[in-house]
T-cell receptor, first 112, second 111 residues
Framework: DVKVTQSSRYLVKRTGEKVFLECVQD?????MFWYRQDPGLGLRLIYF???????EKGDIPEGYSVSREKKERFSLILESASTNQTSMYLC???????????FGSGTRLTVV | GDSVTQMEGPVTLSEEAFLTINCTYT??????LFWYVQYPGEGLQLLLKATKADDKGSNKGFEATYRKETTSFHLEKGSVQVSDSAVYFCALRRGFQKLVFGTGTRLLVSP
């Protein structure tokens, strides 16, 4: 089975810190995605990538950036964390010509 | 743009009751439709999918039929179990573009 691994399940950071959320997949998937999940808002796409060194903005990219230097790794960066970025962050991957996404278990980030 | 609308939750049922979670969509063309499930403390898992009109997706006793005339993809299960308690997300995808999710519906099943 494809595995998508997110480096931390729980993270607490201070306002203004630079935060890195890491995601690694082990099945050579071309596509990778970062979502945030908030009650009543469902999943909202932050950034996605169709290939190494490629990135595309999703629906809510403000305050975030991403890095994809290797095919298997997709990092989400909060340049200066703010309390409104407290959320559950979900990473996903998929093959280019595939319908299904595989999700990681999520990182619950709290910014204090 | 594309969008998915799900019924508000939580849906509270007793074990062995019949489940329906409504999902309707707005999209141009012919999207593929999905149901994902999120168990407590976990990421989302694909539950079932349908790629064209009148297709029925099924898995683990859950079913959903792609109804183009009503732009719907309602999730059903004949007899729910406590272990089905989770959040269910309806989603669509046109071609190989990104998934668009609904807001999720929480299901609570009591013994």
């Amino acid at each position: 089975d494809v595995k998508v691994t997110q480096s931390s399940r729980y993270l607490v950071k201070r306002t203004g810190e630079k935060v890195f959320l890491e995601c690694v997949q082990d099945m050579d998937h071309e596509n990778m995605f970062w979502y945030r999940q908030d009650p009543g808002l469902g999943l909202r796409l932050i950034y996605f990538s169709y290939d190494v060194k490629m990135k595309e903005k999703g629906d809510i990219p403000e305050g975030y950036s991403v890095s994809r230097e290797k095919k298997e790794r997709f990092s989400l960066i909060l340049e200066s964390a703010s309390t409104n970025q407290t959320s559950m962050y979900l990473c996903a991957s998929s093959l280019q010509q595939s319908y299904g996404y595989t999700f990681g278990s999520g990182t619950r980030l709290t910014v204090v | 743009g594309d969008s998915v609308t799900q019924m508000e939750g939580p849906v509270t049922l007793s074990e062995e009751a019949f489940l329906t979670i409504n999902c309707t969509y707005t999209a141009t063309g012919y999207p593929s439709l999905f149901w994902y499930v999120q168990y407590p403390g976990e990421g989302l898992q694909l539950l079932l999918k349908a790629t064209k009109a009148d297709d029925k997706g099924s898995n683990k006793g859950f079913e959903a039929t792609y109804r183009k005339e009503t732009t719907s993809f309602h999730l059903e299960k004949g007899s729910v179990q406590v272990s089905d308690s989770a959040v269910y997300f309806c989603a669509l995808r046109r071609g190989f573009q990104k998934l668009v999710f609904g807001t999720g519906t929480r299901l609570l099943v009591s013994p």
